[in-house]
């Protein structure tokens, strides 16, 4: 089948049989990434995830939303 990547839209075609094609069938809000977005995503996350910095931008965050 073909997917999308949600954020490039690039347009991939994978196994029809795979476990990503059933979880893209099955559910329809599952947003289908490109393994190169998949990739930075992870990376991004992992980044985050040490340094702390995604915590801190959430608490921004809600302070903006209080001025
Ligand atoms: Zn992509």
Same mark, same amino acid.
Request: glycine share 2%; proline share 1%; with cysteine.
């Given at each position: 089948?073909?997917? %999308?990547?949600?954020? &490039? $839209? ?5 196994? $029809? ?19 190169? &977005?998949? #990739?930075?995503?992870? #990376?991004?996350?992992? $980044? ?13 965050? %809600? ?5």
């Amino acid at each position: 089948m073909q997917v %999308k990547c949600v954020i &490039c $839209d690039i347009v991939e075609n994978i196994e $029809d049989n795979s476990p990503q094609a059933k979880k893209l069938r099955n559910k329809k809000t599952y947003m289908y990434l490109c393994q190169k &977005c998949n #990739e930075r995503i992870k #990376e991004k996350t992992l $980044d985050r995830l040490s340094t702390g910095k995604f915590r801190l931008y959430k608490e921004k965050e %809600k302070v903006d939303e209080l001025i």
